[in-house]
């Protein structure tokens, strides 16, 4: 689940600043209608509207390309959008904005940096090249140690060197810096939160605990702080206290989107699955396009048998996101769940189409077309795993010849990994349910023995373990 960070770009007080300040101005009119643009523009932005922010400062910068809160303005809205959409040349397009701010500025205005410094780090996390973060780091350094850089700019430029660190997965030096922020500007909200999550990450439990009670302390009234240290219990397995800051979180504020989905997502991962189906619910009264609130809410759905609702919501997911490989593999597995064997291995060989790297998926179709009385066409299909060596076989091929019934029960469970813990029991949840489902297949021994041991695996995440589910309810009690 997706957690909520802090704004990398404080406007706070920036704006009547610069309308003061700013030279090379139309004369008169337009330099009022201008003034009013960039006033909605960054109310606009205060509101995550980016696309808005874009469109408006678009109109300023038509009229006067260098106007350099505009620029600033505009790329700052664009490196968001390219964050959110998971587009690099969003991301770009801002990062040049931003150069243009500077420039048009003469260098004078440190905040004109903070929009390409986030938009460096974050190009280094989409595409891998460290380079970009490593640059922004360089930048960071050389514009915070400059003579005339106040206290404030400076705490808000050390902490995009911090998030530069983490995006190079250099925690000690994120701390650093991070704890630097902190010693210039003690209320930096953004701050605090990236300390605690950055020691979270480093692996220090103790010390993210203290530093995100440190933030609810100083920030009591701040539903994002909750937000995130509810998504930092939820990852210690602490779901009631994880759920209460959720909730805190919305009373707060009751439009927070993120807050619903992270409640909504513990409440799965506790069971209560009509509870999560009413969380989301409400963000999707939120936000009417959030696939995620839709294949969410088909989960809690599915875990209810509410079948032709949770398919549904993964119709819609796919409405929405027509190429993202994940929506279809979800559509699969509820037509699956559903006993849909056929339309479910045509839903699966989608998924694989559009992702042919996901090989977890095809122990899945073959299984879906063995269902449907397609064992021809799926030994056809898959006649190469067949073929394989043992010692050129992954788990998924393994998985895949127990069904085909080339190995047996005890050659399947040999083959578990035993030496990575996590690794072990969820290839156990798999083995243990598709031994039970081939049981079933042919009306022999006990399937439910094996569905309840793939639950005793406590592979939640896995797809076989919310099947074990729905099997062991569906069978006579």
Not at 12 to 29: E, N, R
Not at 40 to 64: G, H, I, P, W
Request: with cysteine; glycine share 4%.
């Amino acid at each position: 689940m997706t957690r909520v960070t802090a704004g990398c770009i404080a406007l706070t007080a920036l704006f009547i600043t610069f309308v003061a300040q700013l030279s090379a101005q139309p004369a008169s009119g337009a330099a009022d209608r201008h003034a009013e643009l960039r006033r909605q523009a960054d109310t606009a932005y205060r509101q995550r509207d980016f696309a808005r922010t874009v469109e408006l400062t678009s109109n300023v910068l038509t009229e006067n390309p260098q106007d350099a809160v505009a620029l600033y303005l505009r790329g700052s809205a664009r490196v968001e959008m390219g964050i959110t959409q998971n587009n690099s040349n969003f991301i770009r397009e801002g990062i040049e904005d931003a150069r243009k701010a500077i420039s048009a500025d003469g260098a004078k205005r440190p905040d004109f940096y903070l929009p390409y410094l986030y938009g460096m780090s974050h190009l280094t996390a989409m595409e891998g090249d460290r380079s970009h973060a490593e640059m922004a780091v360089k930048v960071a350094t050389d514009i915070a140690n400059r003579d005339d850089i106040l206290n404030k700019a400076k705490s808000n430029l050390l902490y995009q060197k911090a998030l530069a660190y983490s995006k190079l997965e250099d925690y000690p030096q994120a701390v650093d810096a991070l704890r630097e922020t902190l010693r210039l500007d003690a209320n930096h909200l953004a701050g605090h939160l990236a300390l605690a999550d950055v020691l979270a990450r480093k692996g220090d439990i103790k010390d993210a605990d203290a530093a995100f009670t440190k933030a609810v302390e100083l920030f009591p009234e701040n539903a994002l702080v909750f937000n995130n240290r509810g998504m930092f219990y939820q990852t210690q397995s602490r779901n009631a206290d994880a759920i209460a800051d959720f909730s805190k979180a919305i009373e707060l504020d009751g439009n927070q989107l993120q807050s619903y989905l992270n409640r909504g997502f513990t409440r799965l991962n506790t069971g209560d699955h009509a509870g999560a189906e009413a969380d989301f619910n409400r963000a999707i009264e939120l936000s009417p396009d959030n696939a995620p609130a839709y294949a969410l809410r088909a989960t809690a759905e599915l875990l209810q048998h509410k079948t032709n609702e949770a398919l549904h919501d993964y119709l819609k997911v796919i409405e929405l996101r027509p190429s993202y490989p994940p929506a279809r593999a979800d559509i699969a597995f509820a037509y699956f769940f559903a006993g849909h064997y056929e339309t479910a291995g045509q839903a699966f060989e989608q998924a694989l189409i559009l992702a042919p790297e996901s090989k977890y998926l095809v122990p899945w179709r073959y299984a879906a077309m063995s269902l449907a009385g397609q064992q021809a066409a799926a030994n056809q299909a898959y006649a190469e795993i067949a073929n394989k060596a043992p010692e050129m076989r992954d788990w998924f091929d393994t998985l895949t010849l127990f069904f085909m019934e080339k190995i047996d029960e005890r050659e399947l469970l040999t083959s578990i990994d035993s030496k990575d813990a996590a690794l072990r029991d969820a290839q156990l949840c798999e083995a243990y349910y598709f031994v039970g489902l081939k049981l079933q297949q042919q009306g022999q021994g006990d399937p439910s023995r094996y569905f309840r041991r793939a639950l005793q695996a406590q592979a939640k995440q896995l797809s076989a373990y919310r099947a074990a589910q729905l099997a062991l309810e569906s069978m006579p009690q």
